[in-house]
Each structure stands twice: as C-alpha cells, then as structure tokens.
C-alpha cells in the first residue's frame, strides 16, 4: 500500500540522484579536459623553448602506497609524454 501511494518520493529522490551523477560526470570530464589542455600547453612551451629534444621512458619509484595513486601518476607521465611527441618534429 506505501508504494502504490508513495511513489511520487521515491521517483523523486531517483531523479535527483541522477542529476547528481549527471553533475558529477560532467565535472570529471571539464577536469580531465583541463588537464589535458594544460599538459598540452607545457608540452608546446617546452618544444619551442629547447630545440634538440629527447623523450625516453621513465620509471620513476612511486612513494604511493596503494596502486591508484601510481596508476594516476602513470597516466600523467604518459599523457605528458604523448603530447610532447606529438608537439616535437621528428630529426635524425
């Protein structure tokens, strides 16, 4: 009987947890978005300012504990590493 004439509450609290989730996707992707774009711009910054330019892997010893924090850090590196060759001319 609580459902048949309740329903509009919870109908209602599913909607704005929707919302909520709308809201916090869209902040994910403005975020990831800006850290992409300035990533970008370092990379640009860094090719016009050094002219011959060498890009290697890196493996750098994580002070993390836990695997997320290395698994963002990694990702970081190679997005920065990416856009760096993408920026730089290839030579010799």
Known sequence: MGRRFG???????SQQA???????AKLHKW???QR???GRKW???VAHDH???AVEDLRP???????????AADAAIGATKRSLIEVTPPRG
């Open 7 to 13: 329903g509009h509450r919870d109908l209602w609290s």
């Open 18 to 24: 929707r919302n909520a989730q709308r809201q916090t």
């Open 31 to 33: 975020v990831a978005r």
């Open 36 to 38: 992409e774009d300035t």
């Open 43 to 45: 990379a640009e910054r």
């Open 51 to 53: 002219d011959p330019l």
């Open 61 to 71: 010893p994580s002070s993390a504990r836990s695997t997320m924090p290395k698994k």
